[in-house]
Every structure is written in structure tokens, then in C-alpha cells.
């Protein structure tokens, strides 16, 4: 089966990252992590890159704190494209992205976010759901748009709330979710892309 080239942009600790890393690596997951990119010079994420011998880089974020200077992101573009990325996976990248990479990657560009959407979006989503009195939260793989947590849903998975659930608890089991869900929902484009290149 012809291998999905995937990019996979973080920001931090790379859980996400390292569960499809290793979904590639088992064989599970017919992708080809091209290359991992960060604008934190020293996140994890970038040294599970490195542990999985996938190229890897920083890329400096310029001056803004939600958003990327608009030549790093014509640089992000440039690195996607390069790497001959055909599938962008965002794994907690803590920026918002906006025209340059829209218009490069058009449905192309996925994030999974720790609620079920369209419920929740924004920080510290399972915060909100626990505050909330929610018995039932989750995960959420989508499209990115223009708008923060917003694009087409493509898979949810619940996770119920129990009652002596802390924030952290809470959290814990939202990762392992995602860490299931994020290689399944990857695997589908997986599929599409080796059909329509077969
Ligand atoms: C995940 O909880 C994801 O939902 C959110 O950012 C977090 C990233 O975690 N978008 P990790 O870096 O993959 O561990």
C-alpha cells in the first residue's frame, strides 16, 4: 500500500506525535512521517522526532504569541512542501493558523482537540467540560479553517466525566482517547490516498 506523507506540527510535550510514530512504525498506519516542526525550540515533541529518526526542525515563531509572523508561516509552507508533505497533523500546535497555509493545504490540515466539538473549543477544554457538570466529554479530529477549533468534524470518541474526576484525571484519560483516535482517523486518508494513487 503506498504510504501517506504526513507533517506533524507541535508545540509541546508530543504525546499525540509519538502514538502515531509509532502506529507508522508497527505497521499499522500506511503513512511516512516526512518531517516534525515546532516553534518551541526545546519541545519534546521535537526530540520524539529525533528518537524516530524523522527529520525535524524549529522554526522561530517571530513576535506574536497566538499566531505565526506571516514569513514563518510562508516558511512553514515552504518546509511542508519541500518534505513533500500531503497531509498536515497538528498535535498540539499552539498557534493559529491562517491564509498561507489554508490556501496551500486545503482540507488538508487536521487537529485533534480535547473536547467533543463543537462543544468546548478553546484552552483547557476538559477544564470547561468538568466546570461545565458534563457526565460525557471526549476528542475530536477536524479540519482546520480560519476560525479556533472549528473546521469539519471528521471522528469523536467519548469519554465519560466519573464523579470524583479531577482536572487531571479527567485530561489523562482524554489523551489516551485521543492517542486511539487520532492513527484511526489518520488511517482513513491513509486508505483514500493509497486508492487514489494506486
Ligand atoms: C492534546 O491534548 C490535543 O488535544 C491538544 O493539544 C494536546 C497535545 O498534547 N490540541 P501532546 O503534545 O500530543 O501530548
Not at 41 to 66: C, H, K, M, W
Not at 87 to 112: E, K, Y
Amino acid at each position: 500500500m503506498k504510504r501517506l506523507p504526513i507533517g506533524i506540527l507541535g508545540s509541546g510535550k508530543g504525546s499525540n506525535c509519538r502514538a502515531i510514530l509509532e502506529r507508522i512504525r508497527s505497521g499499522d498506519l500506511a503513512a511516512e512521517a516526512r518531517v516534525v516542526i515546532s516553534d518551541v525550540l526545546d519541545a519534546p515533541i521535537l526530540e520524539i522526532a529525533r528518537e524516530f529518526s524523522v527529520a525535524n526542525a524549529y522554526l522561530p515563531p517571530g513576535q506574536f504569541r497566538t499566531r505565526l509572523e506571516p514569513q514563518a508561516e510562508e516558511e512553514v509552507v515552504r518546509m511542508l512542501r519541500d518534505a513533500g508533505v500531503h497531509l498536515v497533523v497538528l498535535a498540539g500546535f499552539m498557534r493559529v493558523l491562517h491564509a498561507p497555509m489554508l490556501r496551500a493545504f486545503p482540507q488538508r490540515i487536521i487537529n485533534i482537540h480535547p473536547s467533543l466539538l463543537p462543544k468546548y473549543p478553546g484552552l483547557e477544554a476538559w477544564k470547561q467540560a468538568l466546570t461545565a457538570g458534563e457526565t460525557v466529554t471526549g476528542c475530536t479530529v477536524h479540519y482546520i479553517d480560519e476560525k479556533v477549533d472549528h473546521g469539519q468534524i471528521i471522528a469523536r470518541r467519548e469519554v465519560a466525566i466519573l464523579p470524583h474526576d479531577t482536572a487531571e484525571s479527567l485530561h489523562a484519560r482524554i489523551q489516551i482517547a485521543e492517542h486511539e483516535l487520532y492513527p484511526v482517523a489518520i488511517g482513513g486518508f491513509c486508505e483514500k490516498y493509497a486508492a487514489s494513487s494506486a
